[in-house]
């Protein structure tokens, strides 16, 4: 049984870098926070994708954890975080197949499509096509995008919008 004194110095290890000390962390709470990612998705290989990064969050922001609430308590919430954030690209990228599989197409083209859509993509300006894929493909949030393009959310957004606009045109969907 570990206690909180023990927790706590694990803790304060981590910060200061101790890889055992943050493995110890994992070690703990590993079983709790993949059966909330399992729960949140229905799927072992994405609860395990999903477990790994609210750890990878976690180490990131444990400078900014304060001791307010119970580490227990602030794990689970970025946990919940990732899983809504994995739950918002996936809904995402399935609006986006659905929009571009409406066309009229026979079910045995689907490299017909594939390519077609490809073609499109890369008509796109640059920074619309960047933007695009970052938070379609990449399943990034628009914040992330936004900070990986150098811009603001709402020019990743105004891009987006763009980009699909375009895209519909000419891959003929309505």
């Keep these: 049984m570990v206690t909180g004194d023990e927790e706590a110095d ?22 709790m926070i993949h059966a909330l990612t399992y729960r949140m998705t229905g799927s072992m290989a994405d609860a395990e994708d999903l477990a790994q990064e609210t750890f990878i969050r976690a180490y990131r922001q444990l400078p900014s ?28 990228r399935e609006q986006v ?41 990449e399943e990034l949030n628009h914040a992330e995008a936004a900070r990986i393009l150098g811009c603001s959310e709402t020019t990743v957004s105004w891009r987006i919008f763009m980009a699909r606009k375009k895209l519909k045109v000419w891959l003929q969907c309505e």
Excluded: H, M
């Design 65 to 92: 954890y304060r001791g307010a609430a119970k580490f227990s308590s602030w794990l689970y919430r970025i946990g919940i975080n990732a899983c809504l954030n994995w739950k918002k690209s996936r809904n995402r």
């Design 10 to 31: 694990w803790i304060k290890r981590s910060r200061d870098g101790d890889a055992a000390a943050f493995e110890a962390l994992v070690a703990k709470y590993q079983r």
């Design 97 to 137: 197949y659905e929009e571009f599989t409406q066309q009229e197409t026979q079910p045995d083209n689907t490299d017909e499509i594939t390519a077609k859509i490809q073609a499109a993509l890369l008509q796109l300006p640059d920074k619309q096509r960047a933007a695009l894929i970052l938070t379609v493909y």
